[in-house]
């Protein structure tokens, strides 16, 4: 049976059509869906006929939270949800003082291979539908009892690796009948696949690109990411070029501070003069330590150093605050230690 939450509303509408039914009803089931995450039975507004029709041919699939932690310090929430076929991912609300912002997966696992990220140790189980990444925003609004204004696509998994479905995913949560957030309010973040940039700057969409970069040389990102073997700096820089043409979008490169490894002053001279007349913002991400790995964080000074430097080329820097960091709330390692236990 289909899972209603992984068609876009004129699919849907076109269902009912199809079986003698009026188009309008398509964005009232979609909006109890979407914002009261309810059944079809729970449905005030729908005749009954109609949804028992639905109950044949659909069902809606929304994840069960499994565990749920809260950080003391901060408020920052971590969902564990487990999907329908079992499969355990993982989800963070932090709360700013601007709103509730949400982190999610958009795969299960990841096989891009970056040395110093937990998702990817045991490489990518599959890749999650447009429906299953929505209702990780839908579970988490119903959890917290607030809307949620903000999403970045940071959790598990490389979004770009799954194109169509992450595509389908921000065109429907974007909707205003439904959950209604804003692109400009959506930031996606890849490890840097050239031809899906070049096609998502050709979406027409307001969302913000961040680019995690990590380091400003091939060589030196060929020893962390993988991804660096197959496409340059120079060509990722050139397919950003062509993104903020497109949009007149600001990109964000992310970067993760790592002790030894690309947190000199060096390093941040080398990339201050790769970035310069960029229309950029780099965030730079002291390293969360991952037990699986020896990648250890820079220090409170080099990192400051770092970002002193970076600013002193011109290149617009902020430090990425750290949040939940009582609950394992990073990069995959919640769900690794579910698993582990679970073994
Ligand atoms: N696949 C996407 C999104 C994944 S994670 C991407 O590569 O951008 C979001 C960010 O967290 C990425 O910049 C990623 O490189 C970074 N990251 C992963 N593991 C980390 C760790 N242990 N410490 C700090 N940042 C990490």
Redesign the pocket.
């Known amino acids: 049976m289909k899972n209603i939450l992984d068609l876009t509303l004129e699919e849907f509408t076109e269902w009912l059509k199809a079986n003698g039914e009026s188009g309008f009803r398509g964005k009232q089931v979609f909006s109890w869906i979407y914002k009261e995450v309810c059944n079809f039975d729970e449905m005030k507004n729908i005749p009954k006929t109609l949804k028992e029709k639905l109950k044949e041919n659909f069902k809606i699939s929304i994840p069960k939270i499994v565990e749920a932690y809260e950080s003391k310090l901060d408020g920052t929430i971590k969902l564990l949800l487990a999907l329908e076929d079992g499969n355990i991912i993982e989800t963070v609300i932090m709360k700013y003082k601007h709103g509730n912002s949400i982190c999610v997966s958009t795969q299960i696992g990841?096989r891009?291979g970056?040395k110093?990220?937990?998702s990817t140790i045991d490489g990518r189980v599959r890749n999650m539908s447009s429906g299953e990444i929505l209702s990780e925003v839908m579970v988490a609004q119903k959890y917290i009892g607030e809307r949620i204004s903000n999403i970045v696509?940071?959790g598990s998994?490389?979004?770009l690796d799954n194109y169509d479905n992450v595509i389908k995913f921000l065109r429907e949560v974007n909707a205003e009948y439904g959950l209604n957030i804003g692109q400009r309010h959506i930031t996606l973040?890849?490890?840097g696949l050239v031809p899906e940039i070049y096609k998502l700057a050709d979406e027409d969409m307001q969302v913000t690109l961040?680019i995690?970069l990590?380091a400003f040389s091939d060589e030196k990102r060929k020893e962390i990411m993988p991804i660096a073997n197959k496409y340059s700096i120079k060509e990722i820089l050139d397919a950003c070029d062509y993104f903020i043409n497109k949009t007149k979008r600001r990109i964000t490169f992310?970067y993760?501070l790592v002790k030894d490894v690309n947190d000199s002053k060096e390093d941040s001279k080398s990339l201050g003069k790769l970035l310069k007349g960029i229309l950029c913002h780099v965030n730079l991400?002291p390293?969360?330590e991952?037990k699986e790995n020896s990648f250890k964080r820079s220090s409170a000074k080099a990192i400051e150093v770092f970002a002193e430097t970076l600013k002193g080329c011109g290149v617009e820097t902020t430090v990425r605050r750290e949040m939940g960091s009582d609950i394992d709330s990073?990069?995959g390692q919640l769900r690794r230690s579910y698993l582990k236990s679970q073994d």
């Open positions: 990841c891009m970056c110093f990220c937990a696509l940071m998994g490389e979004p973040s890849t490890c961040a995690s990590h992310e993760s991400i390293v969360n991952v990073a990069c």
